[in-house]
């Protein structure tokens, strides 16, 4: 009775020291997320949006030329924005990884899986900020062009072919929120009740 007794104490002991410990910082971390899925979720449209936009645009481009006069200046405008607005996400996305990163986590499990969501946004980020460049580039071609007395109106510039070959295959943002949320949940049997009001408003 007493060997049953002292490894029912220990498990305790276990559960609420250092497995207790790591499964309330996952909890806690679990809330951070849920509560910035909102916002995720409205940035995720944004890219969207602007990389289907993009693609769009860009198709439309080789298959009609740069075009002549204000083609030209329009085009170079539509890059511009296209461009800022990669900005924009790219920098709003910076802004959700840098409050994830700035969390108190300790427990290494906890820590691994906001690595994980921390490379995959900043993966984002590298691929919004080379669609920026290389529509800046865009825009500068154009004005070259529109200034250009050689330029004949069958070609364009080459940063479009570069913007088609990274976007052929774009299919939308992953839900990395909801993918971390679930993968707490499943490690450390999270319940929805575990997340109720009181946590981080961080």
């Not at 071609?141 to 250009?148: D, H, I, K, R, Y």
């Not at 490690?187 to 408003?201: N, S």
Request: charged residues 20%; glycine residues 10%.
């Amino acid at each position: 009775m007493k060997i049953r007794y002292c490894c029912i104490l220990a498990a305790a002991l276990v559960w609420t020291g250092c497995g207790g410990a790591e499964r309330k910082e996952a909890v806690t971390f679990c809330k951070v997320l849920t509560q910035k899925q909102a916002d995720f979720a409205a940035t995720n449209a944004l890219e969207k949006d602007l990389l289907g936009s993009t693609r769009s645009w860009c198709e439309s481009i080789v298959a009609a030329g740069s075009g002549h006069g204000k083609d030209l200046s329009g085009n170079a405008d539509s890059a511009k924005e296209l461009a800022q607005s990669a900005s924009l996400v790219s920098t709003q996305l910076g802004q959700l990884r840098q409050s994830l990163y700035d969390q108190p986590l300790r427990k290494e499990n906890v820590e691994v899986i906001r690595a994980g969501l921390l490379s995959q946004i900043q993966k984002r980020q590298a691929m919004l900020q080379d669609v920026r460049a290389a529509l800046q580039g865009a825009a500068a071609n154009f004005l070259e062009f529109e200034q250009s007395r050689a330029y004949t109106g069958d070609t364009y510039p080459g940063g479009i072919d570069k913007l088609n070959s990274m976007l052929s295959g774009y299919t939308g943002p992953a839900d990395l929120l909801g993918k971390a949320i679930a993968d707490l949940k499943a490690t450390y049997k999270i319940q929805d009740a575990d997340l109720g009001a009181g946590g981080p408003t961080t």
